[in-house]
């Protein structure tokens, strides 16, 4: 039997005005805590790509292969995906803060290990954990804003995180470039080691409790894990954790595909390459914020749609003018834009439609829209490589298949002229199952 847990009003829309019963310790200005929950999210992403720069001396002071080296990211991004599955779903039996807390000194002193260890090996399980200990941040700073806050705060605060997920990918190879110049790889991971005691001594201070005892599962571990079964049967939830995944998986083929496409292909420098990545970066900056802003007055599905048909439009672009001009530097770096710029309102809709869907259960609604989201993201990857390196073809053909993959999951499952996760009613029975 599921928990119920007690939900706003009937008169309140599931974004609408009225308010829900305060956590013990909210304050009426959440700018530190909304500032701490940003900064957790941004952890694994910059875990993930900092130490990219370093990959070649890597290979060389730990005597092994350059595929050895990489398969310490899958290590992570494998990580990373577990320890989502499994905190979220635990915080809503235990409460938030205490996963929280030891999943920050988790991360903390796993990044030492790695930064000491003697061999791939060593490193490679290091990493894995790492990425354990990071997903804590990530799953639980959603579920923090799903216990906290109402109304158009909600989809805000969800834009406020995909932004940063949208710069930290940017922000993470300059930084660990820069650390690279000065010393050696082992450097980068000291310093988010370093960034593991902020952020700990940042949750000490500004993060309390947000799901206090009367509101947790109270069937003990069992019942907690088994909400993640009873949100599978929600057929709409399925469907926004899918059109999350799969628009997730476009963008990563874009992150793990763009460098060779801009640089080889098109023959522009390293420099050049990253303002042309930090412009497309931009795209999803801005449709972030547009999206935090229109929230309050047009409905999230509708800017859902929206950002789905965007990317849509960008993708069959980018292959119809591949075929029909061939390799052009401008036709790709628009398309990609134009894909970026959607991808920029899917992410933060999705998160706020699949976290209020999943209300009754807000960690283990989080895990799968975090878990799927990098699950696929890591199945895309390594897949613009694996169909050929002389032509931007398999980059733009992923793309494609990830976004159109996203669009019949929310025509099919969400089906977002049905209104999923705005209105009370459905709200109140989503976790029932359908």
């Known amino acids: 039997m599921v928990t119920r847990i007690p939900s706003p009003g009937p008169a309140a829309d599931a974004l609408g005005t009225a308010p829900r019963t305060p956590a013990p310790g909210r304050s009426n200005a959440p700018t530190a805590l909304i500032l701490v929950l940003g900064a957790l999210t941004a952890v694994a992403p910059l875990a993930i790509d900092m130490y990219v720069p370093g990959f070649p001396t890597m290979g060389a002071a730990l005597h092994t292969s350059s595929s050895a080296v990489q398969v310490t990211m899958t290590a992570f991004l494998v990580g990373l995906v577990v320890g989502q599955l499994v905190i ?56 923090i804003i799903t216990d906290r806050f109402h109304g158009a705060d909600i989809p805000r605060y969800f834009a406020l995180l995909s932004q940063i997920l949208g710069v930290a990918p940017v922000a993470a190879p300059v930084l660990g470039g820069g650390i690279l110049a000065v010393s050696t790889w082992r450097a980068v991971f000291v310093a988010l080691a370093a960034l593991g005691v902020l952020l700990l001594l940042a949750v000490l201070a500004k993060v309390p409790e947000s799901l206090p005892p009367e509101r947790r599962r109270s069937g003990g571990l069992r019942e907690a894990f088994g909400a993640m079964g009873t949100l599978c049967r929600d057929r709409a939830f399925l469907g926004y954790v899918l059109t999350l995944g799969f628009a997730a998986g476009a963008l990563f083929a874009y992150v793990s595909g763009s460098s060779f496409v801009f640089e080889s292909l098109h023959d522009v420098s390293p420099t050049t390459y990253a303002l042309i990545f930090a412009s497309n970066a931009m795209g999803m900056l801005v449709a972030g914020g547009v999206f935090g802003k229109l929230a309050g007055r047009v409905r999230i599905n509708t800017l859902l749609c929206t950002g789905v048909g965007i990317s849509l439009v960008g993708a069959v672009a980018q292959l119809v003018l591949l075929a029909a001009l061939g390799e052009t530097l401008a036709g790709t770096w628009i398309s990609l834009f134009v894909i970026l710029l959607g991808v920029g309102l899917i992410f933060p809709a999705t998160m706020t439609l699949g976290q209020t869907l999943g209300r009754r259960s807000p960690g283990a609604a989080s895990a799968f829209l975090g878990g799927l989201q990098f699950l696929l993201g890591a199945v895309a990857s390594p897949l613009v490589g694996l169909f050929g390196e002389d032509s931007s073809a398999p980059m733009a053909a992923i793309m494609l298949t990830g976004v159109t993959a996203a669009a019949i999951s929310l025509c099919c499952l969400a089906r977002p002229w049905r209104g999923a996760g705005e209105s009370t009613k459905r709200n109140s029975t989503s976790t029932q199952g359908s």
């Open 88 to 143: 979220g779903p635990l915080s809503d039996g235990i409460g938030r803060r205490k996963p929280l807390l030891a999943g920050t000194a988790g991360f903390l002193l796993v990044s030492l290990v790695c930064a000491v260890a003697p061999n791939i090996e060593t490193l490679t399980v290091a990493r894995f954990f790492q990425g354990v200990a990071g997903a804590a941040g990530m799953v639980l700073a959603r579920a």
